[in-house]
């Protein structure tokens, strides 16, 4: 049973056998691009930003796995094999890993750490007093899914107040739940602190713009770790100057790498990370795949499975 993989680049592929060979012996991990290879062999695909049409040369696919939680990168191939499941890895740890850095980053803003990694930078002993706790004010989490709602609920085990935005209705303890584009207004407003973890769909094209962000309470915090084209990033540049915006931890862009001349890298009141806010280990996300393999060889429906009409 082939696995074909391109995630990594092939010097990744040692990883990813040595993690399937633990879980599921029976696979027959293989570079994407390995010469000779016979693409009527391949069952499984693992891929990250695959060239589109490529799926489709593997006629006998059982199902196709993003090797992160997003699967943009793979919906948007117009030639997309039909019937084929495309599947998010959404190990444990990926929460987890999210979880971990949403809060390391709204706690980044709420201590001012830019401004002490400039100072310290400069040699200088100067006080920063931040003018309220973290507790003090509220995160607004846009997305409460896999991801956003178990940051939700390490964001509550740190004393900060949650609330969260969703296409759906939520009942997540502790979490004020706001609803479909008519309680965006109402959720924005009582926002302090707004984290964008939405899938990228042609709904959350470009919805990180000047008019949303108008709608968040004077001095706003932003952790931006959806995906790069839910943001314009001038205008989040611009907000921050005019003091709409205190403050952004940004973890992704459009296009990446950022690009070295962009003044996101250089702005005082930005911290730029590459995409880097949850990555379980590829033995780890190895692991949950075989896993779902399991599933899917017994039949039984995977989880965290793309829906086509939804869009994520
Ligand atoms: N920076 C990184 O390292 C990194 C790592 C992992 C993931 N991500 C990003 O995080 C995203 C979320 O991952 P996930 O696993 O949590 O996805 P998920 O389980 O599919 O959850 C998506 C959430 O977004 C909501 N949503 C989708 N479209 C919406 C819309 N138009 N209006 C309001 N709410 C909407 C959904 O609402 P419902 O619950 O009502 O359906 C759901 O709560 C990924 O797609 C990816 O872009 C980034």
Redesign the pocket.
Known sequence: MILVVKSGGEAAVAEWRAGFAAHAPQLDVRWWDEPGLDPARVEYAVVWDPEPGRLAGFPKLKAIFGS???VDHIASDPHLPPGVPVI?C?PWE?AQR?GEFVCWAVLSLAKEARRMAQLQAARRWENVDPPFAAAARTVGIM??????EHTARMLLGLGIPVRG????RKSIPGVESFAGAAELDAFLAGTDVLVC?????P??QGIIATPLLAKLPRGAGLVQ???GSQQVLPDILAALDSGQLSGAVL??FAPEPLPAENPAWSHPGVIVTP?????PTRAERARYIADVIAMLERGEAPPHAYDPARG?
């Open positions: 992160g939680a997003g998010r959404v990926a999210m997305g409460l899914g896999a991801m956003g935005w969703s296409r759906g973890l939405l899938p990228a769909t709904e959350t770790v959806g995906r973890d992704v995409h880097t806010a949850s990555l994520y």
